[in-house]
């Protein structure tokens, strides 16, 4: 059965610096997400891209974040210069069409020092 | 601002019993609705999905919605430990691509 993937599963780095979390969604999916969850939190809505663009995004999403899809399979989420309380989960998330629910993957745990 | 409301729990039942979990939100604009369940260190998997009011029944789960009273429920049939975990409830408006999910409801199915 198809599934999203995430890659790397944990990344550490230093406050400041840049991160890249990669995705590759279900084949045939057009909508595309981006979550996060703090631990013991829940699962906050950060970004959707549809048709090669940002269809809507939440206060969260501000400035230091960036999406692309570079090409026909990847999905990534940038952070430009990382801060503390950004330490979560991240998740990314494909839907098929306008029905039905959204696909999570494994996600990606991001540790910010 | 657009809430989702479950509580937090726990839920406990036992093996076989029905586990009845339930989910309010705010924005009546709402059309979908959709139910996960999140293993602890693990990302939300996805159960089922409800548009309309009434019951929807998939194997164990029965999803139940009242947009009348802005209410949705998850009934989970012959409950297994297996099906302890914490269950997401995620709400959509039909204009926005946005989910908006709750805490989540944690079920502890005792053997």
């Known amino acids: 059965e198809p599934e999203v993937t995430q890659t790397p599963s944990h990344q550490v780095t230093q406050m400041g610096q840049e991160v890249i979390l990669r995705c590759v969604p279900i084949?045939?999916?057009?909508?595309f997400y981006w979550y996060r969850q703090i631990l013991g939190q829940k699962v906050e809505f950060l970004v959707s891209f549809y048709n090669n663009e940002i269809s809507e995004k939440s206060e969260i999403f501000d400035d230091q974040f960036s999406v692309e899809r570079p090409d026909g399979s990847n999905f990534t989420l940038k952070i430009r210069s990382t801060k503390l309380e950004d330490s979560a989960m991240y998740f990314c998330a494909s839907r098929k069409g306008t029905g039905g629910g959204q696909y999570f993957g494994p996600g990606t745990r991001l540790t910010v020092t | 601002q657009k809430e989702v409301e479950q509580n937090s729990g726990p839920l406990s039942v036992p093996e076989g019993a029905i586990a009845s979990l339930n989910c309010t939100y705010s924005d009546r604009g709402s059309q979908s609705f959709f139910w996960y369940r999140q293993y602890s260190g693990k990302s939300p998997e996805l159960i089922m999905f409800i548009y309309s009011n009434g019951d929807k029944e998939d194997g164990r789960f029965t999803a139940q919605l009242n947009k009348a009273s802005q209410y949705v429920s998850l009934l989970i049939r012959d409950s297994q430990p297996s099906d302890s975990a914490t269950y997401l409830c995620?709400?959509?408006?039909?204009?926005?691509?946005?989910?908006?999910f709750g805490t989540g409801t944690r079920l502890k199915v005792l053997a």
């Open positions: 995620a709400v959509s408006n039909s204009g926005t691509y946005k989910y908006i």
């Open positions: 084949s045939n999916h057009l909508y």
